[in-house]
Nanobody
Framework: QVQLVESGGGLVQPGGSLRLSCAAS????????MGWYRQAPGKQRELVAV???????NCADSVKGRFTISRDNAKNTMYLQMNSLKPEDTAVYYC?????????????????WGQGTLVTVSS
């Protein structure tokens, strides 16, 4: 069974840093584009940052210069380094990946989501 598992969330003071990880496991043939999303209380889920299989990145204007997305394909893992955190960054952070996985009758494409990890920025 294919899974995405996030880790690294927690409580941090404004101006602090956290590093989120997203590890993929299971019968994965390839990982294509991956991304981090977040959902704050009472708000819709929004895209934070994306990274292609080749390493090209893009991120939301609200986090540019503060957040960095990266990936280690050998470890099937994606990261989000978050610096200069602000209270408005408080949210549940989800990882997402476009995967090619083993199906019963051959490879299949899967849009996979993790369970989310809570980031709280507060003094």
């Amino acid at each position: 069974q294919v899974q995405l598992v996030e880790s690294g969330g927690g409580l941090v003071q404004p101006g602090g840093s956290l590093r989120l990880s997203c590890a993929a496991s299971g019968s994965i043939f390839s990982m294509n584009a991956m991304g981090w999303y977040r959902q704050a209380p009472g708000k819709q889920r929004e895209l934070v940052a994306v990274i292609t299989s080749g390493g090209s990145t893009n991120c939301a204007d609200s986090v540019k210069g503060r957040f960095t997305i990266s990936r280690d394909n050998a470890k099937n893992t994606m990261y989000l380094q978050m610096n200069s955190l602000k209270p408005e960054d408080t949210a549940v952070y989800y990882c997402n990946a476009d995967l090619v996985v083993a199906g019963d009758d051959g490879p299949i494409y899967l849009d996979a989501w993790g369970q989310g990890t809570l980031v709280t920025v507060s003094s």
